[in-house]
């Protein structure tokens, strides 16, 4: 009978491969530091932002009532989860990212594919939500100085300022983001859930 057994290759070897860089190694066990309500911060935030409610008042206007339209929010972003859990547990359990966990369904050079199209997505959506971002900065600066508003390069100014802000919280590193976004998903689910009773207390909303 055959003796079957798993020998780990040299770390030079590793190290000299092509298919090898720093970005892609797996993150040691004592440098993960992101745990359960850093996972649930991160859907919360996710799930609970402005493009979000755009989404819901739309439904809302193509004749939904604000509970289904929520409802049907909810319902989605959590069936989005469920493979989201899945495709995300390699890199949570073992600290492998994305890009190398791919080489196992679609091989080395194939891989490079989901990859590139994931960051697509990412740049797509970077764009949306900083748009977005920029936009509820100049509604905020229209408030304080009315004049802005007749500035042409207004709106363009907010949104490369609200970029440069994730731009520089990107540069600090994935600590600064999981910092930042622990403190985020606990503000943010209060504000949707008590802003719009304040802003229009007789409106029929029972958030929290």
């Not at 989901?114 to 959506?125: D, E, Q, Y």
């Amino acid at each position: 009978m055959t003796e079957r057994y798993c020998a780990a290759l040299p770390a030079e070897t590793i190290r000299d491969s092509a298919l090898y860089n720093k970005d892609l190694a797996p993150i040691s066990a004592d440098r993960r530091t992101w745990r359960t309500y850093n996972y649930a911060a991160l859907w919360i935030s996710m799930s609970v932002n402005i493009p979000t409610y755009m989404l819901a008042s739309g439904m809302i206007a193509g004749g939904m009532n604000w509970k289904q339209a929520l409802f049907t929010v909810f319902l989605g972003n959590v069936l989005v989860l469920i493979p989201m859990l899945l495709n995300a547990h390699a890199g949570a359990q073992y600290g492998i990212p994305f890009p190398v966990f791919a080489r196992a369904s679609f091989g080395v050079l194939g891989a490079n594919v989901p990859a590139i199209l994931r960051a697509l997505v990412a740049c797509g959506w970077f764009g949306i939500q900083t748009w977005i971002g920029g936009e509820a900065i100049n509604a905020m600066v229209v408030a304080l100085v009315p004049g802005w508003a007749h500035f042409a390069y207004g709106p363009a100014l907010c949104f490369l300022f609200f970029w440069l802000l994730n731009v520089l919280v990107i540069l600090r590193g994935i600590e600064t983001i999981r910092f930042l976004q622990g403190i985020s998903a606990a503000f943010v689910r209060r504000f949707f859930a008590f802003g719009p009773r304040h802003a229009c207390p007789h409106a029929p909303l029972a958030y929290a």
